[in-house]
């Protein structure tokens, strides 16, 4: 990014919009070079918790199942894989690429209080989506008060 601009552009709009868009590529793990030069993808997630389990759902657009790396170790989810680089083709004209490729990988840490046996993974639609069922022990459990 260019960072000696004149007075006159310092806070044009393109100025705002391209802050922006470095601020994403930088936070979104994209800044980064793997092996081979590609670039090292972080795809996004969410993580969602209920009383019996967690529930953790990331984009992975135009990867197969078999692409993708799931495993539970010590406690951390490790999801993994890699987005292979489209090859440009002949007879056409690449004006722009954008979308990402390379490695990813993301860990999340749950605890031993999953139940690894029970783990599930499913891909749909370019999400994947893993589900995490607690222990009983884990789970929280009303206790009575009696008078």
């Given at each position: 990014?260019?960072?000696?601009?004149?007075?006159?552009?310092?806070?044009?709009?393109?100025?705002?919009?391209?802050?922006?868009?470095?601020?994403?590529?930088i936070?979104?793990?994209?800044?980064?070079?793997?092996?081979?030069?590609?670039?090292?993808?972080?795809?996004?997630?969410?993580?969602?918790?209920?009383?019996?389990?967690?529930?953790?759902?990331?984009?992975?657009?135009?990867?197969?199942?078999?692409?993708?790396?799931?495993?539970?170790?010590?406690?951390?989810?490790?999801i993994?894989?890699?987005?292979?680089?489209?090859?440009?083709?002949?007879?056409?004209?690449?004006?722009?690429?954008?979308?990402?490729?390379?490695?990813?990988?993301?860990?999340?840490?749950?605890?031993?209080?999953?139940?690894?046996?029970?783990?599930?993974?499913?891909?749909?639609?370019?999400?994947?989506?893993?589900?995490?069922p607690?222990?009983?022990?884990?789970?929280?459990?009303?206790?009575t008060?009696?008078?």
């Open positions: 990014m260019n960072t000696k601009l004149s007075h006159a552009h310092r806070w044009s709009p393109l100025f705002f919009d391209d802050l922006r868009k470095e601020m994403n590529r936070f979104e793990g994209t800044a980064d070079r793997g092996e081979g030069g590609g670039t090292v993808i972080a795809p996004l997630a969410n993580l969602a918790e209920t009383e019996s389990e967690y529930e953790i759902s990331l984009d992975l657009p135009g990867l197969k199942p078999e692409d993708v790396n799931v495993e539970f170790r010590d406690g951390h989810l490790c993994s894989g890699e987005r292979k680089q489209v090859n440009e083709e002949e007879g056409k004209t690449y004006h722009r690429i954008e979308r990402s490729f390379g490695a990813f990988r993301r860990v999340v840490a749950l605890g031993n209080e999953v139940d690894a046996d029970k783990i599930a993974a499913k891909y749909e639609h370019g999400v994947l989506t893993v589900t995490a607690k222990v009983s022990a884990a789970q929280p459990k009303k206790i008060v009696s008078t």
